[in-house]
């Protein structure tokens, strides 16, 4: 027998998303069977969560005791046995919302927000315009956790990922142990979806603060080349970003224009004008086939149709997905997002909410920052046993944050749509799209300044 048989599973936790590897339980989605100890595990073997390798995880041992009281930089910890109150998991602007929206209705019921990052308060949407703008990942902090956490008098739990939910015992289990809730709210956002053409340990993902930092670092010495695979909303603001701030830029797309299904094709081809006006090159109908590390730090990305280019960062824009693990584990209905009740903003289960960026609505995911704080508002007042006007939801304006060419979009733009007016004056084009007899969206793009109807 080998010695390794006598050892106690073990368990594996991974330090980018919190995935708890089982020796015991195996990986079944990934090939691992029961039983498959974590030296059996191949080395290029990947997180089947967020696709880093085995040497991101870490032995995972659960923290009986933590903090009872107010810890270091004023952040609380919490221990077993404390009053069991609101819980939310996430810090993001969703998270926030919620906590503001509770503690203007209640001053006194319990909440604690647990977080696996740092927890501070930031606007997300800055991230695609910070760079060229000199504003650095310090300077977008609005609020500490700390002092966010004082001012409401709510409890933090950050570094701390949440491993599953049993809904028959209002109880969250966490990596510094199991939490008590009355009522339990989702705001775990969503994360960036992979292509397996894109190693996670070679593409950088700004979906979040750490993603950031790390490729703010690397990009505020000096020029770099830059390749962004995708060409959607955050890859389009996010190219014209990086060029600005003197990065040689080029943004890869499958389609043979960006933005394609949001705006129409003569928009799109202005659009990607004015950005190799700007000095950033755009690669349409091109699929990334895979991407190679080099011993020099250089990446090297190969095409499907046999091109290859040498650049020394590779920032993934190819979209959002919810994680769905933590809502099947505790019996949510999932699809395309956690299910929610529009009006209340609760789960297929009683007691147990979610907003933002995790959640669908008649299937849809609801990834627009605009209706966080009427969907916090409404939660909240359910939640807490309130009466409340019902979050009423419909498609938030979209706004394309490029200086050189602004866009803005009224409605949701169909495939089977048609475009069929369109006026260009002064340098501005206002299009609509139909369907039949019904305008189902209004474009404005391009300069001067935008002034909506």
């Known amino acids: 027998m080998n010695a390794r048989d006598t050892l106690p599973w073990r368990r594996f936790l991974c330090r980018a998303c919190g995935l708890i590897y089982d020796e015991e339980l195996g990986d079944e989605d990934s090939g691992l069977a029961p039983g498959t100890r974590f030296e059996e595990i191949p ?83 800055e991230i695609s315009v910070a760079l060229s703008r000199n504003v650095t990942p310090h300077d977008m902090i609005r609020d500490s956790a700390a002092d966010s956490a004082r001012r409401l008098g709510i409890r ?7 491993v599953g939910v049993s809904t028959q015992r209002r109880q969250l289990r966490t990596t510094r142990g199991s939490l008590s809730y009355t009522k339990l709210i989702l705001a775990q956002g969503s994360r960036p979806a992979l292509p397996a053409s894109l190693p996670a340990h070679l593409c950088w993902r700004v979906n979040a603060m750490a993603g950031w930092q790390g490729l ?57 004008a004015t950005l190799e006006s700007m000095g950033c090159r755009f690669m349409g109908g091109t699929k990334v086939a895979r991407v190679d590390g080099k011993a020099d730090g250089v990446k090297q990305i190969f095409t499907t149709d046999g ?45 147990v909410y979610a907003l933002g960026d995790c959640i669908s609505i008649d299937g849809a995911p609801c990834r627009f920052i605009e209706p966080i704080a009427r969907q916090a508002n409404a939660l909240a007042h359910h939640a807490l046993g309130l009466s ?48 039949g007899t019904e305008k189902i969206a209004h474009l404005e793009a391009g300069r001067p300044t935008l002034q909506l109807a």
């Open 216 to 272: 703010h670092a690397r990009l505020s010495h000096g020029a770099r080349r830059v390749a962004i695979v995708g060409a959607g909303m955050v890859g389009v603001e996010l190219a014209e970003d990086f060029t600005r701030a003197g990065h040689e830029v080029t943004l890869i797309d499958i389609n043979g224009a960006p933005l394609r299904g949001l705006v129409p094709r003569f928009v799109a081809e202005q659009l990607c």
């Open 307 to 351: 091109r290859s280019l040498e650049v020394d960062e590779v920032v993934a824009a190819t979209g959002l997905q919810t994680e769905s693990r933590l809502a099947r584990s505790a019996g949510l209905e999932f699809n395309n997002g956690i299910v929610v009740d529009a009006q209340g903003m609760q789960t297929s289960l009683p007691g």
């Open 156 to 162: 933090v739990v950050t570094g701390t990922f949440v």
């Open 43 to 125: 080395d290029d073997w990947m997180c089947p969560l967020c696709g880093v390798t085995k040497a991101d995880f870490e032995p995972y041992e659960v923290i009986a005791e933590a903090l009872a009281d107010e810890g270091q930089d004023g952040v609380v910890t919490v221990k077993r046995g404390t009053e069991p109150g609101i819980v939310i998991v996430g810090a993001g602007i969703a998270g926030w919302s919620a906590a503001e929206a509770l503690r203007a209705l209640d001053r006194n019921v319990p909440i604690t927000m647990v977080t696996a990052c740092e927890g501070d308060r930031y606007h997300k949407p």
């Open 388 to 435: 409340h006007a019902a979050y009423e939801h419909g498609t938030p304006v979209v706004r394309l944050k490029t200086r050189a060419f602004p866009i803005v979009v009224h409605g949701l733009p169909r495939a089977d749509g048609i475009w069929k007016t369109e006026h260009d004056t002064h340098g501005r084009i206002v299009a609509e799209q139909w369907q």
